[in-house]
C-alpha cells in the first residue's frame, strides 16, 4: 500500500559531480507535475540540522541544467553520524511537513541516508552522484561520464607536448578508492599502463617495461595514476621512475579538482534527468529507502543498505587490454 508522500526535500552530499544540477531540476519539475512541493537542503545533511531548508518552485529550476556543480551546495558532515544530528535533522524536517527525501551523493552520503531511514519515519532515495563510478547496482553513476571526458581532453593535450619532447607523463587522476577514470581515460588515451587503488602497483615491472621500451626507441609514454594507487600517488611513482630511468625525460601532471567541474556530458544529463524523475515516481509509489540506478538500460533499484556494501566489479580483462594496445 503505497504511502502519500506531499512534501519532498532534496539534497547532494559528498563531492559534488557533473550532473547533480539536472537532477535536482528533474526531482522539483516531477514533483511540481504532480502537484508535489519540493524543498531543497542546503550544503547537504548540514542543513537538514541547521535548517536551511527553502522551499523550490519549479522555476527556481531554471537554467541549471547545463551547470557543473550544484545550486544546493554539498558537505560532508560529520553531524550527521551522530543520532543528535540525525535527530535535530528530523525535527527540522518534521517542522515543515517534508515526507520524503531525494538524497543525491555517493556511497557515504548513501550511509547517512541509511541510518536515518531505520530510525525515522521519512522515505529516502538514494541517486548516485559521484565521478568515482564506485557504485554498485548501476552502470553509470551522475557525473562519472563528465569527469573521465575532462581526463580524456586533458591527457590528449599532454600527450602533443609528450610527443613534442619524447618524454614520459605520469599523469595522475582523481580516484581515491576507486580506478575507473584512471582506467577509462587511460585505455581512451593509449596509456602504456593505469594505476589504480584496486590492484597493487608494481612499479619495477613498470620500468622493466618501460626500458624495454626504451631500448626499442619508444620514448613517447603516457602512465596514468589514480590519486589512490598503494605506491604513493603521481609523484612518488615519477620520483620512482626518474631515479632508475635518467635518461628519461620524465614528467608529472596531476589533473585534480578540474574533472569535478564544467557542464555535464549530454550523458549525464540524461541520466540524471531519467533518475531524479524516477526517485520521485519512487516515493509516489511507496519504494523507499533504495538506491535508483539504470543497469542495461532499465531503472533498477538497490536497498540504501546494500549500496553503501557493494562496489562495482572491476574487470581484470581491461588492464589486460591496455597491456597488449600500448605495446
Ligand atoms: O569522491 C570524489 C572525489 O573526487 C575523489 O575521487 C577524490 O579523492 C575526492 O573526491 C576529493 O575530495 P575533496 O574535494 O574533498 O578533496
Redesign the pocket.
Given at each position: 500500500m503505497a504511502t502519500k508522500v506531499n512534501k519532498i526535500g532534496v539534497l547532494t552530499s559528498?563531492?559534488d559531480a557533473p550532473g547533480m544540477n539536472a537532477a535536482i531540476r528533474a526531482v522539483v519539475r516531477t514533483a511540481t507535475y504532480n502537484g508535489l512541493e519540493a524543498f531543497g537542503i542546503m550544503r547537504g545533511f548540514m542543513g537538514m540540522i541547521d535548517d536551511d531548508i527553502v522551499p523550490m518552485p519549479s522555476r527556481s529550476v531554471a537554467n541549471i541544467i547545463q551547470r557543473g556543480g550544484t545550486i544546493l551546495k554539498t558537505a560532508?558532515c560529520k553531524e550527521f553520524y551522530e543520532r543528535e544530528g540525525r535527530e535535530k535533522a528530523y525535527k527540522n524536517l518534521k517542522k515543515l511537513g517534508i515526507d520524503g527525501l531525494v538524497i543525491i551523493g555517493?556511497d557515504g552520503s548513501f550511509r547517512g541516508a541509511d541510518l536515518f531511514s531505520r530510525e525515522f519515519d521519512i522515505p529516502c532515495i538514494g541517486l548516485p552522484g559521484?565521478?568515482?563510478k564506485d557504485i554498485a547496482g548501476t552502470d553509470f553513476t551522475i557525473g562519472f561520464d563528465t569527469a573521465v571526458n575532462t581526463a580524456v581532453e586533458a591527457i590528449d593535450k599532454i600527450r602533443d607536448t609528450a610527443d613534442a619532447h619524447d618524454r614520459l607523463f605520469i599523469i595522475e587522476v582523481?580516484?581515491?578508492d576507486?580506478g575507473y577514470i584512471a582506467l577509462h581515460s587511460g585505455i581512451a588515451t593509449g596509456a602504456e599502463t593505469v594505476l589504480i587503488p584496486e590492484r597493487k602497483t608494481d612499479v619495477e615491472e613498470i620500468v622493466r617495461s618501460l626500458q624495454e621500451k626504451e631500448r626499442r626507441k619508444k620514448l613517447v609514454n603516457i602512465i596514468v595514476v589514480a590519486?589512490?594507487e598503494d605506491f604513493g600517488g603521481g609523484n612518488e611513482v615519477a620520483k620512482f621512475i626518474a631515479e632508475r630511468m635518467p635518461n628519461a625525460d620524465t614528467r608529472v601532471c596531476i589533473l585534480g579538482?578540474i574533472?569535478?567541474g564544467g557542464s555535464p556530458s549530454c550523458l549525464d544529463r540524461l541520466i540524471a534527468s531519467r533518475m531524479g524523475y524516477s526517485a520521485v515516481e519512487s516515493l509516489m509509489i511507496g519504494r523507499h529507502n533504495v538506491m535508483v540506478g539504470i543497469l542495461n538500460n532499465r531503472m533498477y533499484y538497490t536497498p540504501l543498505e546494500k549500496a553503501v556494501k557493494a562496489k562495482q566489479k572491476l574487470s581484470d580483462d581491461w588492464l589486460k587490454i591496455i597491456r597488449i594496445l600500448a605495446s
Open positions: 559528498g563531492g560532508r555517493g559521484t565521478i568515482d582523481m580516484g581515491r576507486a590519486e589512490g579538482h574533472q569535478r
